[in-house]
């Protein structure tokens, strides 16, 4: 706007600005056609030496135990991961928290991409914070610590101490992220289109889920939104004593940089998993926050990896890492509690007819009486059972096995709150194998009025 004063005409301002914004888009979508091509011979290339790499390991298997191959191979896939950047890293931290759908060394193996990503050198650090705040580091941190304590795959986070004492973690992105996730999500976008005109992959809503997947990676770049996403779940468990969240210092926080309070002494899922006494207490206090995101807010966190996840004193949930959310409306929301209740009161005919009223799409010749008749054999087989018994990922795999074979098509935000509960239970279930998953949740929901 420094351009205004000298512009007569208002008229000629709007038109000076439009073009500042076209040939901004010129210049990305340039950006974008130079830089797709890198990453789809990088992409070529790493996906090809890991292949050579496993296959090579496979050929020697003989001579290894069980146990030892397939914990190179788990390694050897984290490894590829890791070099494939940070759209891939998060499907590996989703099959990390999931051991009953990989092997347990895989699993263990993959849990290294939580934190354990390669971080950058102190002087970068200082010249990148110093540009994102405009200013020398001294200025704003009396102490700031070289290493990470946390390097993710998106941003690092670091610890220091501010000029009144406080101490923060800071939380930075890492250059070049944001160009890499733009070209996987293209690749990831074309190649949904291609899989969508095969018959058999029609039913499934590939292309949406790609989009949402899209929207949702992309503003995590924006730490600005990730510290609005702090601030709300702060307000939504402001009246729950075991849920927390870290104070934001909205002064020393950006789009590329935010600035949180540092909560000390915080356990992860596997610690508190070798304590006995508080775990069922602990695990329920995690399944009522979780489903207090999705039935009660409508706000849920969409990255509850073990990562994410940290416990203090023995009785307090910490939620981190709040850059993906999902919204659901109150209609949504509506109906997905729902559906959800009437799974646990063993009521599949309600079901079907939610699953049919959300749905997106259905073949000419879907056939009702045949889809209530299978999913009513669906919900009796799975209500009432206990944590140990059931088991949400394949109940989420039968689900949408049943969706297809009767040609139903369900939305994409019931489809992402399902694979939240997947992702979830996988935490649940390390902290309190024999807790109640269902009667926990129909006790939820009945005391908040539905």
């Known amino acids: 706007m420094r351009n205004e004063s000298k512009t007569p005409n208002s008229y000629k301002g709007?038109?000076?600005?439009?073009?500042?914004?076209?040939?901004?888009r010129l210049r990305d979508s340039a950006k974008l056609v130079i830089l797709l091509?890198?990453?789809?011979?990088?992409i070529c290339f790493v996906v090809l030496a890991y292949a050579l790499k496993m296959s090579f390991s496979w050929s020697l298997s003989r001579f290894s135990s069980r146990n030892a191959y397939f914990a190179s191979q788990g390694n050897t896939l984290r490894e590829g991961l890791q070099a494939l950047g940070p759209t891939f890293i998060k499907l590996g931290q989703i099959l990390s928290s999931r051991p009953d759908l990989v092997s347990p060394e895989i699993s263990s193996q993959l849990a290294g991409l939580q934190e354990q990503v390669e971080s950058r050198k102190p002087a970068q650090v200082r010249r990148l914070i110093a540009q994102f705040l405009g200013r020398e580091l001294n200025s704003v941190f009396r102490h700031f610590e070289e290493e990470p304590i946390a390097a993710g795959s998106v941003a690092h986070v670091y610890r220091a101490e501010l000029l009144d004492g406080s101490v923060v973690a800071v939380k930075i992105v890492r250059p070049g992220v944001r160009w890499r996730m733009i070209c996987d999500m293209v690749l990831f976008s074309a190649t949904a289109k291609i899989l969508s005109l095969l018959p058999r992959m029609r039913l499934m809503p590939m292309a949406p889920m790609v989009e949402e997947v899209r929207h949702i990676l992309i503003c995590q770049l924006d730490l600005s939104a990730e510290a609005c996403n702090y601030k709300k779940f702060s307000e939504n468990f402001c009246k729950s004593s075991h849920v927390q969240l870290p104070l934001i210092h909205s002064e020393f926080s950006n789009d590329r940089m935010l600035t949180m309070e540092y909560?000390?002494?915080l356990q992860r899922v596997e610690q508190m998993a070798k304590k006995a006494g508080c775990t069922g207490e602990l695990a329920n206090t995690c399944l009522r926050a979780l489903f207090q995101m999705i039935f009660v807010d409508g706000f849920v966190h969409g990255d509850l990896h073990p990562g994410n996840v940290r416990f203090k004193n023995d009785e307090e949930l910490v939620l981190l890492d709040c850059g993906l959310v999902v919204h659901l409306d109150p209609k949504k929301r509506s109906e997905f509690t729902r559906f959800f209740l009437s799974i646990a009161t063993n009521n599949g005919s309600e079901c079907a007819k939610i699953a049919l009223s959300t749905s997106t799409w259905r073949t000419k010749i879907f056939d009702w009486s045949c889809f209530e008749k299978e999913m009513c054999e669906l919900v009796n087989a799975n209500s009432g059972k206990s944590a140990e018994q059931f088991e949400v990922a394949h109940f989420a795999k039968e689900l949408f096995e049943l969706f297809r074979r009767n040609g139903l098509r369900g939305s994409t935000d019931f489809v992402t709150v399902i694979l939240a509960l997947v992702v979830f239970e996988g935490i649940v279930k390390q902290i309190?194998?024999?807790?109640?998953?269902q009667t926990e949740a129909r006790s939820f929901l009945l005391e908040v009025g539905f």
């Open 14 to 24: 709007c038109s000076g600005t439009n073009s500042t914004n076209q040939v901004g």
């Open 37 to 42: 091509p890198v990453r789809i011979t990088e």
């Open 263 to 265: 909560l000390d002494g």
């Open 432 to 437: 309190s194998p024999s807790l109640d998953f």
